[in-house]
């Protein structure tokens, strides 16, 4: 690396020509040299007295302070008791002398020939010397940084080779520490370093529903476990920034308006230049890299900040509206240009042409615009690199050469397709390949996480399979980067263990490894704690993540239906199974209360998680339920001109979408409404929907050939049918509002879009207000779809061009994913009569003079302390909610008298309830919560179906509770369900409220 490193420096002095720099290619430069003495020399404990002292040099670092911070805390737990950091050695004990460069070079211990991140572990006479290279600029109790820390690895090395300290992860349960009240050590003489110059890591929270906590256990901070692990695992310190570094040069601020061209154009022929983005990728736009002057300027940066002249210079302008390199992106002697994430297809005619030649004209297309760049460096002798990632259609290798001052860094599924053994195969020949191409090693970027396969609970530990990964291909590659997100940090902990050994020493059998963690953490337990070990491990790599099929685009994995994984992979006999085994490695460990204790904290920690998710599954799926639809048979003919205006549709039962989630994060307001209808005949099934819209004339509507994919991108509705929830088959049908039509069969393998519905579809337009999409489908064309049943979802893309709006997608059922499993029912045929006794509980009826909601003459109907607020922008099912309303001293209700509530009756209670900054006073009972008056004689008289009052903001949430009525009912008083806001300050919705007998 230090050869590197001068060979750039002289380029930039001019003496070496840039064209001369060699290929970047890092490899270990000092020989590896472990030498333990057999007798022990050095005394540093009897009978749990520390008899050594801690010296800082007086030029010491704030890395030589925390690494003799970490030496002196965890030496003093194998002995008892610390030791002292002084600023001088006694000459009167041992003494372990840290960072000091002045010593090492007196000892001959050649810091300049040192691997980056390595050190020197020497002892001499009764001194211990701990050195390597460190930065004055880093201090490791802030973060783990870019800077250099030899001598805190060396300390690491030190704990864990001399005194037998294992980090597996930040946690007393976490870090193994033998105590020994008598202690000596031997002659140490070590040289170590790094097989692998790049070892990072990345974990940041992700789930399905889109949350982006990443759960840690209790006592652990998130923020200060991915540090100490990366410090305590000795991630690299090298920063090579390679990750969409075009989307960091603030190319939309510069650009967006006065260079649109630079941008790449969609099949709308508008501009993805940050106007009006649809998803995150198109924020900072994407790029049209057949124009000239798009290459122009991303040369004239890359030669700015390569030959070191200031961000002010090509005024590098910032979405914060500053001016200023980002260092996760350029950092020098580097410069990274890898494309903008998803590299959209641009249409502009000079790139369809590239786009239609297939994808090696499209890698090539890329991959020309970075070597173009790179070689004009080269001939204007600027000095550095071009970093640049083989990824998404550009990860195939190009034609053209590639010049000695790129670096690539290839992107690989890597641990996780350890199961997948053709996909595996496939990725490793396009790592040799690679680096046939180069003539050099590359690098990796691996794939660990939970992004592309976000379930739940489910624990994605895979340490053999990052080890076994890693190990095969250590030889190949000079380093690797490890993306792993994940929704609880301890699914991946041992994960990035055995990275961080395995990177370090390519040598380490991973084996040999895991059985050495499972002894020192769990004792008598450890054969059965192996065993939950490899249950976890398989049924996320081979169960989960190994579906392998082929489609017309090559292998692909499926990932199952969570169906699929709570009946069979995590099947309740499975996860009694499973259970027993924890209670099993429980018994054995309980004669060692830490090994007994780190069995718990496993439990609670791996399959806790577990227990919950399928609880969450159980409810979700339960919930479903609550989103049934009735398809009525036509009375009359039906004929599709988008008008909806026979009397068929007119008594069509409606039903509402509700804003997708994840999208409005604080209100879920709707701000338009969108109602289905549904009709059908022996032949057809027939879909009417009706999208209220304001601004009808700024509808995004392109033109476009039946079946395109880009449809999604336009105004549009979409219908999702199948079977059932469990069908691997889901029609999915898009219609905009301009007449475009893209139907597809979507299956777990991929979108096949030779699939013809047959459908007959018609747009309508009332100007201002809405517009309609009404369509025919012949059941013929709908194979799947027997009987009087089948599931079914529809969504809504509200895409409008110089109008401003929050809120593009609707749906009908909310859930985020769009598959058979997350549909709702469609029964076919008119809706019995609702078994509630609760009447009015979707509150669709009107607001009868300011306090009730029902109908006139009702006994039933809905009434509160307050006017009612009838809420048409927040609701859940028929497109209105009640909100109440409360400060410090009031109370807001709503009531229903229960006429028809029987004794000695079992009942299910449930409704659906959403909180916004609801905050308790020392108010009694103050909070949010709901009762149930029986109005007899005698105890049990009231029923409270939520555990306690609630407070706080909450999304919406389906709450369901039993009980059974007393014996004496409607004696004093009539019966009543009552929903209070108590006495504190913020807002309440209710929807969907039921109160159903239990035959």
Not at 16 to 35: G, L, M, N, T
Not at 638 to 658: F, H, Q, R, S
Not at 708 to 718: F, G, H, P, Q
């Amino acid at each position: 690396m230090k050869l590197f490193l001068s060979l750039l420096l002289l380029s930039a002095a001019g003496m070496v020509s840039a064209a001369d720099v060699p290929r970047f290619d890092p490899k270990p430069v000092i020989e590896r040299k472990i030498s333990l003495g057999q007798e022990s020399s050095l005394v540093l404990a009897q009978d749990g007295q520390a008899l050594f002292e801690i010296v800082l040099p007086a030029k010491a670092t704030r890395v030589d302070r925390f690494a003799a911070e970490e030496l002196a805390e965890f030496t003093g737990k194998i002995i008892g008791s610390k030791p002292a950091i002084t600023d001088q050695a006694s000459g009167t004990v041992p003494a372990f002398i840290i960072g000091d460069r002045d010593l090492a070079l007196a000892w001959e211990l050649p810091l300049d020939q040192l691997d980056r991140d390595g050190f020197f572990i020497q002892t001499k006479g009764n001194q211990v010397l701990i050195v390597g290279n460190d930065s004055a600029q880093l201090d490791p109790k802030r973060s783990a940084g870019w800077y250099e820390r030899g001598t805190l690895n060396g300390v690491y090395d030190f704990l864990e080779r001399v005194g037998g300290v294992k980090f597996y992860f930040p946690s007393e349960y976490g870090i193994i520490i033998p105590k020994r009240k008598d202690w000596s050590i031997p002659e140490i003489s070590v040289t170590d370093r790094p097989d692998s110059q790049f070892r990072r890591l990345y974990c940041v929270g992700v789930s399905f529903s889109g949350d982006k906590t990443l759960h840690m256990p209790a006592g652990m901070d998130a923020n200060d476990t991915r540090r100490l692990t990366e410090l305590r695992l000795r991630m690299s310190t090298l920063n090579i920034p390679n990750c969409h570094g075009l989307a960091k040069l603030g190319l939309v601020q510069r650009f967006g308006e006065t260079h649109p061209e630079y941008f790449a154009v969609q099949q709308n022929g508008k501009r993805i230049n940050g106007t009006n983005p649809t998803n995150s990728h198109e924020i900072e736009g994407q790029l049209c890299f057949t124009n000239p002057g798009l290459k122009e300027e991303i040369y004239q940066d890359a030669e700015a900040f390569l030959s070191g002249k200031p961000a002010t210079s090509r005024n590098i302008l910032m979405p914060d509206g500053k001016v200023w390199w980002n260092k996760n992106y350029f950092s020098l002697p580097f410069f990274n240009i890898m494309p903008n994430d998803s590299n959209y297809r641009c249409f502009c005619p000079d790139c369809a042409k590239v786009y239609d030649a297939g994808p090696q004209a499209i890698a090539d297309h890329v991959w020309k615009f970075k070597t173009d760049i790179a070689k004009r460096l080269q001939e204007n002798n600027i000095p550095g690199y071009i970093t640049v990632m083989a990824y998404s259609n550009y990860r195939i290798i190009p034609t053209m050469e590639i010049p000695k001052n790129m670096i690539v860094h290839l992107a690989v599924t890597g641990p996780w397709n350890e199961g997948a053994e053709k996909l595996q195969q496939r990725d490793e020949a396009l790592l040799e390949a690679w680096n046939q191409k180069l003539g050099a090693k590359t690098y990796l970027w691996t794939y660990a996480e939970k992004v592309m396969c976000r379930i739940d609970g489910i624990p994605s530990f895979t340490p053999k399979a990052v080890g076994t990964f890693f190990h095969r291909n250590g030889s190949k590659i000079f380093g690797a980067f490890l993306e792993g997100e994940v929704d609880y940090w301890m699914f991946h902990s041992l994960n990035f263990y055995v990275f961080g050994k395995v990177m370090w020493d390519n040598s380490i059998d991973v084996n040999q490894l895991l059985d050495e963690h499972c002894r020192l953490m769990y004792g008598d337990g450890a054969s059965t704690m192996r065993e939950i070990y490899s249950t976890l491990e398989k049924h996320w790599l081979i169960d989960i993540r190994s579906d392998v099929r082929e489609t017309n685009l090559g292998f692909k994995a499926v990932t199952p239906s969570l169906h699929e994984i709570w009946t069979k992979i995590y099947s309740p006999e499975e996860m009694a199974r499973i259970g027993n085994l924890f209670d099993q490695a429980a018994k054995e460990a309980s004669a060692d209360q830490e090994c007994a204790g780190r069995v718990q904290f496993m439990r609670n920690a791996l399959w806790q998680p577990v227990l919950d998710a399928r609880k969450a599954y159980e409810k979700a799926d339960n919930d479903r339920e609550t989103w049934h639809a009735y398809m009525l048979p036509a009375s009359e003919k039906i004929t599709i001109d988008g008008t909806l205006n026979e009397k068929a549709w007119e008594t069509a039962p409606v039903y509402w979408m509700i804003p997708r989630a994840g999208y409005v994060k604080a209100k879920d307001q709707v701000e338009v409404h969108t109602r289905i209808k549904m009709l059908c005949d022996a032949d057809n099934f027939y879909f009417g929907i009706a999208a209220d819209e304001p601004h009808t004339d700024k509808m995004v509507a392109a033109e476009r050939k039946k079946d395109e994919i880009e449809l999604w991108k336009d105004n549009l509705v979409e219908l999702f049918l199948a079977a059932d929830r469990t069908s691997p088959t889901l029609y999915q049908i898009m219609l905009g509002s301009n007449g475009n039509v893209t139907d597809l069969l979507c299956l777990p393998e991929g979108l096949d879009s030779t699939w013809d519905s047959n459908l007959e579809y018609q747009p309508g337009v009332v100007p201002g207000k809405m517009w309609v999409a009404e369509v025919r489908i012949p059941r013929s064309s709908l194979p799947d779809l027997k009987g009087q049943e089948f599931v079914a979802n529809f969504t809504r893309g509200r895409v409008l061009n110089g109008a401003e709006f929050a809120l593009p997608y609707y749906t009908w059922i909310p859930f985020r994913r769009q598959n058979s499993e997350n549909c709702g029912t469609v029964t076919i045929g008119n809706a019995p009569e609702n078994p509630s006794i609760i009447k009015y509980g979707d509150f669709a009826e009107p607001v009868l003079n300011k306090r009730f909601l029902g109908e006139w003459g009702s006994k039933s109907n809905w009434f509160g302390d307050k006017l009612l607020k009838r809420d048409t922008e927040i609701f859940r099912t028929a497109g209105a909610s009640i909100r109440l309303e409360s400060d410090e001293t009031t109370v807001d209700t709503l009531t229903q008298y229960l006429s028809d509530l029987k004794p000695n009756t079992r009942y299910r209670l449930s409704f659906f309830a959403r909180m916004e900054e609801v905050s308790k006073t020392g108010a009694v009972a103050s909070g949010f919560y709901a009762n149930l008056r029986f109005g007899g004689e005698g105890l049990n008289q009231t029923w409270n179906p939520l555990s306690q009052t609630m407070a706080g903001t909450m999304d919406w949430r389906r709450f369901e509770a039993e009980v059974t009525s007393p014996a004496s009912v409607a004696v004093k008083h009539k019966p009543y369900l009552q929903f209070n806001l108590r006495c504190a300050p913020g807002k309440v919705w209710i929807d969907h409220v039921e109160l159903v007998e239990i035959k």
